[in-house]
């Protein structure tokens, strides 16, 4: 092989290297790194053989269950070195053939594409992209970008109300500099 072949194939494997690694932690539509819309809860270990999966499923949480009734598993995956990534809840209870219904990032390595990250602020977000509806809990104002299928939670704190208010929140209320509380991704 020539030296300039030599020279090409090197920077081709680089890029392909480069580019697979961005990828692992790319947020798409209905893509979170590896995980898509057709991955199913038995993927996850080949997905993620270098990480930790702790699985939580709801016919072994000791809780009421008559007094909560969010009725979901979860799947937690942690870092080799112990770093809470993601948490995935499956669309079906017990079913290792289910797909996802959301995915939360916990990890800033996590971007889209524009480059929205848990270190974004409110100003990152609509400058890169449209809020469709912003819907108010006890606790946070939840921003909902279609483009994404993501819901984005800002804690009521940075916006300077009581934190278990009922008052509603309008986008123009929410500061440039807020941040992410949490980010979620869903895949239905």
Do not use: H
């Amino acid at each position: 092989m020539s030296f300039l072949k030599k020279i090409i194939f090197l920077f081709l494997v680089l890029f392909i290297q480069c580019s697979t690694k961005n990828n692992q932690f790319l947020i798409e539509k209905e893509r979170v790194g590896s995980l898509t819309k057709a991955t199913t809860i038995k993927d996850l270990n080949s997905i993620f053989e270098k990480d930790s999966i702790v699985a939580i499923l709801y016919a072994d949480k000791e809780i009421d269950k008559k007094l909560f009734s969010v009725e979901n598993d979860e799947y937690l995956i942690y870092s080799k070195e112990g770093k809470l990534l993601l948490e995935i809840v499956p669309t079906t209870l017990n079913d290792p053939s289910s797909g996802i219904k959301s995915i939360q990032i916990f990890d800033n390595n996590y971007k889209t594409a524009k480059g929205i990250s848990l270190q974004s602020t409110l100003k990152d977000i609509n400058k890169n992209y449209m809020v469709n509806k912003v819907e108010t809990t006890l606790t946070s104002a939840t921003l909902f970008i279609d483009e994404l299928n993501a819901t984005i939670s800002i804690d009521k704190k940075e916006l300077g109300l009581n934190v278990f208010s009922r008052e509603e929140v309008a986008i123009n209320q929410i500061p440039d500099l807020a941040k992410i509380k949490y980010f979620t991704i869903w895949f239905n």
